[in-house]
């Protein structure tokens, strides 16, 4: 009888720490999950604010969304940076507006170096994806970084398909991203 008890008492041990273990790899787990999702949320803030200055006629507007919008693009760079396809869509937008003539000089540096930092990170995330080494070469030829924007540009065309012809003008790939970007 006392066999039976201290067998079953063990087998009750044994479940209980199983069962906490499963626990706490649920837990890790879920916190993983958690700053996906947090990027995510980023990213459709970040597009949220990028349609507002893309729709507002007022300058005041469209600098008070810019800067808006790229709080949400270090969010998303902190948080999101297993998608390649955010991180370029934040680039491109970045790079944009670093040529905004409305903003401030200063801010549109600010915003001209995290369009290299989302690039780098979409090529960290998807090195074999050459929309994110284009990008990267087109923020850095914005900074005036011509010869790694060289190397990048030379990458690039090495992985896209054939025929395909890539260059550092902004328009080659708008379209192509934002499809990338919505799948």
Known sequence: MELQRAE????????????????ACL??????????????????????????????????????????????????????RGN????????????????????????????GEAAVQAALLAVRAAPSDYAS??????SHASLGLMEQSRICLRRARELAPPGMALDLSAATLRSSSLRSTSS
């Open 8 to 23: 079953s008492s063990s087998r009750d041990l044994i479940v209980r720490v199983c069962a906490v273990a499963a626990l």
């Open 27 to 80: 837990a890790v787990l879920g916190l993983f999950e958690f700053q996906e999702l947090r990027g995510e949320l980023a990213f459709a803030r970040f597009y949220q604010f990028h349609r507002l200055a893309e729709k507002s006629p007022h300058t005041a507007e469209v600098r008070s969304a810019v800067s808006n919008a790229c709080q949400e693009a270090r969010w998303v760079m902190l948080f999101g």
């Open 84 to 111: 390649p396809g955010a991180l370029v869509t934040v680039s491109m937008f970045c790079l944009r507006w670093s040529a905004d003539g409305r903003l401030d000089p200063r801010l549109r540096l600010r915003i």
């Open 133 to 138: 080494w284009l990008w990267l070469a087109r």
